[in-house]
């Protein structure tokens, strides 16, 4: 209908007689603006008359231009009006956002001043008493500070003993079983832009502490050039109606879909890099890092989804885990437990599981378990591996991708629950666990 108007008004502004030799154009101009050209061949006139004429005939094709764009803008807009409500809700996005910028504004002012502190210290590195040199000089390499860069570490064999957190997860068996059942996926939000097509969400199974609560979810939507930003929600409910109570700029970018909250931590691997980090919730900056041992990363061996999945953290009963792989291993699995402190590793474990063979993985009760497809609605929860007894074995517990599109699945000990990011959907599953003689 707009077209027709359109070429009625052209019409009249230019008296042309003979329609039939009129022609429309629409094309770029060298700036990449579009621009319409009107031709319209005079049926009576060989030649234009004067340039006043052509003048105002220039100064009606700009004003036809001008109703054109009034016309495609108004065919761009919705239907009919916003009601109150809806408006009222875009002025309060606005005002988020707005305080939002400002909680940016105000975290790259602290970047800053951090950076140069920091630059302060190393220009005026701290001498240490004599007696803490001499104890250092007898004990080099066995602090965790000291040994990051050049302590040999082997997946096969244990190099450090248990730190008592662990221990005590260790002792802790209640509940534990092998995985036996998991439920019809629950919706509870929906990401509204491509960087939330892959992402992660999750919610501490350990007491986070302050000023975080038990209930408060985590959520990084994951696509971009540059992973950094970090929101925080009271509680599920608020997460579905998309107001975040908090919003933290990571320091150091990260890589993919393989991070995990724990005891009011984040542990994620640094972009591009094998190296892992822990992030303190709570103090805002990073406590530990490490790199695990001869780790493939940045694509050498994801999950069959890709997305750079080569290093995968996970938390269970049990405590914190890396799932990832070496040139050693060929692209199979390796299972290592995580001191939470220090990112060190305690124990590691070479499964038979290629890695590129299965879409994504988790760990329950010590006990490693697969999913088969990423892309099939309906696919199996297909291969497990059994730390315990160092047995893998196959399994058939199905398991539904609703939206198609599975990158991310993690283990919640306390809720009992796998929460998984779906093609923009962050979904829960309730799982069953089964008593087995071989428990741990």
Request: net charge negative.
């Amino acid at each position: 209908m707009w077209t027709r108007v359109m070429l009625f008004n052209f019409c009249l502004l230019v008296n042309v007689q003979g329609q039939e030799r009129a022609s429309f154009r629409r094309t770029d101009d060298r700036y990449g603006r579009c621009q319409y050209t009107f031709t319209v061949d005079s049926p009576v006139e060989p030649s234009c008359p004067s340039t006043m004429e052509a003048e105002n005939l220039s100064a009606r094709v700009m004003l036809l231009e001008a109703v054109v764009s009034r016309v495609l803008g108004a065919e761009a807009a919705p239907e009919t009006a916003r009601t109150p409500a809806e408006m009222e809700e875009i002025r309060q996005l606005l005002r988020d956002k707005d305080q939002l910028d400002g909680q940016v504004k105000e975290l790259q002012r602290q970047v800053e001043e951090l950076m140069i502190e920091t630059e302060k210290l190393r220009e005026k590195p701290c001498s240490l008493p004599p007696d803490t040199e001499d104890s250092l000089s007898t004990n080099r390499g066995s602090g965790p500070a000291l040994s990051g860069e050049f302590q040999e570490m082997k997946a096969e064999v244990s190099e450090v003993s248990v730190p008592p957190k662990v221990q005590e997860n260790l002792k802790d068996n209640a509940g534990c079983g092998e995985l036996v059942s998991v439920s019809e996926p629950e919706t509870h939000q929906k990401a509204n832009s491509i960087t939330g097509k892959y992402g992660i969400w999750f919610q501490d199974p350990e007491s986070p502490g302050a000023p975080y609560g038990p209930d408060t979810v985590w959520r990084i939507d994951t696509v971009g050039s540059e992973v950094r930003e970090l929101y925080a929600y009271e509680n599920l409910e608020q997460l579905a109606r998309g107001y975040p109570t908090k919003f933290l700029l990571l320091p150091e970018s990260m890589e993919s879909t393989g991070a995990t909250v724990y005891h009011g931590s984040l542990y994620y691997q640094r972009k591009q890099s094998p190296t892992l980090l822990r992030y303190d919730l709570a103090a805002e900056n990073i406590v530990a890092r490490r790199e695990l041992p001869h780790p493939g990363f940045h694509g050498q061996y994801p999950y069959s989804w890709g997305g750079y999945t080569d290093i995968d953290l996970a938390v269970d009963e049990k405590g914190l885990w890396a799932i990832y792989s070496t040139e050693k291993a060929r692209g199979a699995i390796i299972i290592s437990q995580l001191d939470p402190e220090n990112l060190r590793v305690i124990r590691s474990w070479e499964t038979n599981i290629q890695k590129n063979k299965v879409a994504n993985a988790f760990m329950v009760c010590g006990r490693l378990y697969t999913v088969a497809s990423y892309r099939a609605n309906n696919t199996t929860i297909n291969l497990t591996f059994d730390t315990a007894s160092g047995q893998s074995k196959a399994v058939d517990v199905p398991f539904r991708n609703r939206y198609g599109y599975n990158s991310m699945i993690d283990y919640n000990a306390a809720r009992r629950k796998l929460y998984s990011w779906d093609n923009f959907h962050m979904v829960t599953y309730d799982v069953k666990l089964a008593k087995t003689s071989s428990s741990h």
